[in-house]
């Protein structure tokens, strides 16, 4: 009887504590201190110094790729490729595929807007080109962004 009314009672305190709001009070105005700041002179910015809505923040480059500078050309094209798994393919339909087996089977057999390449940098894949704020096809707007591809 003890085992239950305790585990009802730890229970409630736990979705008591889950439910119940920040209890932390604002600070009441009169706590405010007794000495008023300096008044302060609006500084104003030359229209050639303020950001423009479409500049990017400086950050990595995420479309300049060294690893197809890497690469030689096949010497020999054409051929079968063997792919040998130890679970059959389930389904071929990237919405519904949950295996490992299925995702290495449509990987390869669908494009894609963009790819990522193994030096972790975005490369067009069915795009012309990756979408940036630097080359216009992506433009700021307020909280959100209009992308065209």
Not at 33 to 61: I, M, Y
Not at 84 to 107: C, G, L, M, R
Not at 109 to 127: C, E, G, M, N, R
């Amino acid at each position: 009887m003890h085992k239950r009314l305790f585990g009802l009672l730890a229970s409630a305190a736990i979705v008591f504590t889950a439910c119940s709001g920040n209890s932390t009070p604002a600070p009441a105005s009169a706590s405010a201190p007794a000495t008023q700041p300096a008044a302060s002179v609006p500084v104003t910015t030359p229209p050639s110094e303020v950001p423009s809505a479409s500049a990017a923040a400086p950050g990595p480059d995420l479309t300049k790729t060294t690893y197809f500078d890497t690469l030689t050309p096949a010497g020999k094209t054409g051929g079968t490729v063997v792919m040998a798994e130890w679970q059959s393919v389930a389904i071929f339909n990237p919405y519904y595929s949950n295996a490992n087996t299925d995702f290495e089977v449509i990987t390869p057999s669908f494009d894609w807007l963009l790819t990522i390449s193994q030096d972790l940098k975005y490369v067009p894949d069915l795009a012309s080109n990756v979408p940036t704020v630097a080359n216009g096809d992506v433009v700021l707007n307020g909280a959100g962004m209009d992308v065209t591809w």
